[in-house]
Nanobody, 112 residues
Framework: QVQFMESGGGLVQPGDSLTLSCVVS????????MAWYRQVPGEQRESVAQ???????SYATSVEGRFTISRDDAQNTVYLQMNDLKPEDTGTYYC??????WGQGTQVIVSS
């Protein structure tokens, strides 16, 4: 079973930066496309950023230019660098390989 361990969230002010990490186990990570999702209570999870096994990246319009997804296949880890954070970035962030399993997520709160 694939397992995801997200970390790096916290309470920050608008304009601050955070880097989220997700360590993945139980799968051939280097062959897996990975993605970060965000969920706000009462709403569905939404895709924030994706990275293919070859390193091709794509982003939601709302985070384009502010967030950067990256991966370290040697460490089985995917990252999400978040700059110029806004209150609307608040939510619980999850990483996924597109399969049925999810981790616990890491909470990000952007508030002044």
């Amino acid at each position: 079973q694939v397992q995801f361990m997200e970390s790096g969230g916290g309470l920050v002010q608008p304009g601050d930066s955070l880097t989220l990490s997700c360590v993945v186990s139980g799968t051939i990570f280097s062959s897996s496309a990975m993605a970060w999702y965000r969920q706000v209570p009462g709403e569905q999870r939404e895709s924030v950023a994706q990275i293919s096994s070859a390193g091709t990246k794509s982003y939601a319009t709302s985070v384009e230019g502010r967030f950067t997804i990256s991966r370290d296949d040697a460490q089985n880890t995917v990252y999400l660098q978040m700059n110029d954070l806004k209150p609307e970035d608040t939510g619980t962030y999850y990483c996924t390989d597109g399969g049925p399993y999810w981790g616990q997520g890491t909470q990000v709160i952007v508030s002044s």
